[in-house]
């Protein structure tokens, strides 16, 4: 099903419980884009944003909106540490390293008697826990 119609609304909090909520709507022609609309849209709501509160959101010519990349957005197979085998040492530090409990930690205790050269990670990390 194609989409005929589009909505937007963005609530700007300014403090104080202090809440100014924009809406805008309109429907889609054929030659247009959502894309294209909604950079209207968020123009639109910069430029209205700008005359009643114009010290708190100053005059930008254009928005641009940044998407920044989570671990989950990242594709699984591109994700650090997805590489390496799961009984390798270097996956073991990794797994040592981002422990946050002490429980969890002795699991890897077995591992570490395998790998002498992970002890000494084991050990600080394991002291950093106990405190």
């Known amino acids: 099903m194609p989409l005929d119609k ?65 671990y989950f957005d990242i594709p699984t197979e591109e994700r650090p540490g997805t590489h390496l085998d799961t009984s390798s040492p270097e996956f073991i530090k990794m797994q040592i390293e981002t422990c946050k409990s002490v429980p969890v930690l002795k699991i890897y205790k077995k591992d570490v008697d395998k790998y002498p050269e992970l002890e000494t990670i084991y050990n600080q990390k394991l002291n950093e826990l106990s405190k």
Do not use: R, S
């Open 6 to 70: 589009i909505g937007i609304t963005i609530t700007t909090h300014f403090g104080d419980n202090n809440y100014f909520k924009i809406e805008q709507g309109g429907t889609i022609a054929e030659t247009e884009t959502i894309e294209a609309l909604t950079d209207v849209a968020m123009n639109f709501f910069c430029k209205t944003i700008d005359k009643y509160y114009p010290k708190f959101h100053p005059i930008k010519p254009e928005i641009v909106i940044q998407k920044n990349d989570n």
